[in-house]
């Protein structure tokens, strides 16, 4: 299935938002508050990454996409670094079977080389394990970067041009079957939780039309009733696409009416 560009053709829009992108922020604060080591924190958002996956089954949205490790975030102290990697692994072992048993489909994203070998093969296996699961497909964006991602699309292009000995044909379409979630539609919804509001270099190209969520809300106190609210503010928008008001369909969304 190849998604259009938001650019190109507008999207059909529902009340639950088909793909929302998260980028959990805060969990260090969270731990700091509560006099604990910062990794506490991040422990502790394993288990709302958890919580937001069920309630995203729950509500019928079909792709989510969680910002886990940004390209940026190698220049945390090494200790922290090497504390994520090993909760990646824990979960990835952990979870992997829950997932599946639950129709999720789960895909990482990102420059994957820079990880030890150990980890880029759980990842290849619990793909493959959950790769024929349709209820939800919840992408883990690690070691990744939207310029990175916009980048390494763009050297495809250029190798397929070298190959066929003539300029390919550079379109929207073309570029985008290149990025790294060429198998997802945009993002309806962002969100990012820990009351910063910035994009922090994560789905540059795909956000050009995705609804932006902020809430000062730290991730590992993320949970069904703030993903509720998110949605609901998002129900509420109006998503012209580049068209005014007058020439939209009457908006059928009712927050009141939400499955979740
Ligand atoms: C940002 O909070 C969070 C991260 C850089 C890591 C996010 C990782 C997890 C939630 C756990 C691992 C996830 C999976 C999918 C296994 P921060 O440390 O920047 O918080 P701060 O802004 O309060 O310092």
């Keep these: 299935m190849t998604y259009t560009s938001s650019t190109v053709r507008v999207p059909d829009v529902a009340a639950v938002p088909r793909h929302i992108a998260i980028i959990m922020d805060g969990n260090g604060r969270w731990a700091t508050q509560r006099r604990l080591p910062r990794v506490a924190g991040h ?8 919580t937001v996956v069920e309630a995203c089954a729950r509500c ?6 969680l910002f886990a490790f940004s390209s940026e975030n190698w220049r945390r102290p090494n200790d922290e670094v090497s504390f994520l990697m090993r909760l990646f692994v824990t979960a990835l072992e952990r979870e992997v079977g829950k997932l599946h048993a639950n129709g999720i489909r789960l895909r ?3 420059d994957l080389a820079m990880f030890d ?3 880029q093969d759980l990842i290849k296996r619990a793909e493959t394990k959950t790769a024929r ?9 690690a070691n990744y970067g939207g310029r990175w991602d916009i980048m390494q699309a763009s050297r495809k292009l250029a190798e397929e041009a070298v190959q066929a000995g003539h300029a390919a044909e550079i379109s929207e379409a073309s570029f985008t079957q290149h990025l790294a979630l060429a198998y997802a539609p945009e993002p309806d919804l962002f969100i990012r939780t820990g009351g910063e509001q910035r994009i922090s270099n994560f789905l540059l ?9 902020f809430t000062d809300i730290f991730w590992p106190d993320f949970d ?6 998110a949605i609901a503010s998002y129900a509420e928008r109006e998503r012209r696409f580049g068209r005014t008001s007058a020439q939209l369909e009457p908006q059928v969304q009712n927050a009141d009416s939400l499955p979740c």
């Design 205 to 213: 190209w795909q956000m050009a039309y995705t609804e932006l969520y």
């Design 60 to 65: 019928g949205v079909e792709y989510l996409t």
């Design 108 to 110: 990482v994203v990102g």
């Design 224 to 229: 069904g009733a703030a993903l509720g609210q």
């Design 43 to 50: 422990t502790r958002g394993v288990e709302a990454v958890r």
């Design 133 to 141: 699961n349709t209820r939800l497909t919840l992408t883990i964006a």
């Design 117 to 119: 070998k150990r980890i």
